[in-house]
């Protein structure tokens, strides 16, 4: 190494030096994140007719390489049904203590039923509560199970710590943040 390439490196720590921060003063000002962004599990609907997407396949759980998702199959009624197909997840489960967020899961799914959504704070005390059920990852359940507890004992409504720059991707159909 060089006395020019010491004096170059010396250069950007010197440019950067006198440049703005760009901290955020988290959590009273909201994140910004990138439409990319891939954060906690969402379930979603058909946009027409309102029924589950998750046909309870279970490649979502078989491709998962931390074994955290557990899949429980149903027959669906005729009647009443909850998903387009033969069978829906009677129990869908995802233990968010062993998931990585990798995405395999996403990837695996032929419905498009899971989808990596762009909520990101999950940090709890209680270890039970990072298993999240079906019915925790629904389309239209804002914010995670801590968020949640807190907005019931507070009184207020549950305050997504982000703001995305730009639109949402094409697979969050259906979603919305506040």
Known sequence: ??????????????????????????????ATLQPRFRGRHVLTRHPGTGLEKCIGCSLCAAACPAYA????AAENDPANPTAPGERY????????????????CEEACPTGAVV????????????????YAKEDMLVGVTGSL????????SGKPVRLGFQLEGPPRAE?????YP
């Not at 010491?6 to 009273?28: C, D, H, N, W």
């Not at 990596?116 to 298993?131: I, K, L, P, Q, S």
């Not at 801590?146 to 004992?153: F, G, T």
């Not at 969050?172 to 919305?176: A, I, Q, R």
């Open 146 to 153: 801590p968020q949640r507890r807190e907005a019931a004992r």
């Open 1 to 30: 190494m060089g006395v020019l390439e010491i004096a170059r490196g010396m250069g950007v720590t010197l440019g950067k030096l006198f440049q703005k921060p760009v901290t955020v003063s988290y959590p009273e000002q909201r």
């Open 89 to 104: 997840a009677k129990v869908y489960e995802i233990n968010m203590l062993r998931c990585i967020f990798c995405g395999m």
């Open 116 to 131: 990596m959504g762009n909520e990101f704070e999950m940090a709890d005390y209680r270890a039970g509560d990072f298993v």
């Open 69 to 72: 998702i557990y899949v429980e």
């Open 172 to 176: 969050l159909e259906g979603v919305t």
